[in-house]
């Protein structure tokens, strides 16, 4: 008993080493929780689709302009959704990525 009194006297007498361990700690549960929620819910949950596991991505590769994902033109996609049985069901897709808007231009 007398070892716990003078454990809280002495933190008592220099506050700053409580308040910093107190800071610490709660900056590092606040900093995992928000880690293990964006986690969650961008890696774990599950797609809000039926058959989830049954979707696909499909592209072109493009030699001539170097890249792996190149995109579909329209007249190739209506041949394979004409052409291929594979799938139940085919979709199109386009993912514009646009910057922020600012008052300066971008360099080439």
Same mark, same amino acid.
């Given at each position: 008993?007398?070892?716990i009194r003078r454990s809280l006297r002495s933190l008592a007498s220099r506050p700053v080493? *409580?308040?910093? @361990?107190? @800071?610490?700690? $709660?900056? #590092?549960? #606040?900093?995992? $929780? $928000? &880690?293990? =929620?964006l986690t969650r819910e961008v890696l774990l949950r599950p797609l809000p689709y039926r058959d989830a596991d049954r979707l696909v991505r499909v592209f072109e590769v493009s030699? +001539?302009?170097?890249? $792996? =994902? +190149? *995109? &579909? +033109?329209?007249?190739?996609y209506i041949a394979w959704r004409d052409l291929v049985d594979a799938f139940e069901q085919t979709a199109v897709f386009r993912a514009l990525l646009r910057a922020p808007a600012s008052s300066e231009r971008a360099c080439p």
């Open positions: 008993m007398l070892n080493f *409580p308040v910093v @361990a107190v @800071a610490t700690l $709660a900056l #590092g549960l #606040g900093v995992n $929780a $928000a &880690i293990f =929620s030699r +001539a302009l170097g890249v $792996a =994902s +190149a *995109p &579909i +033109a329209p007249v190739n």
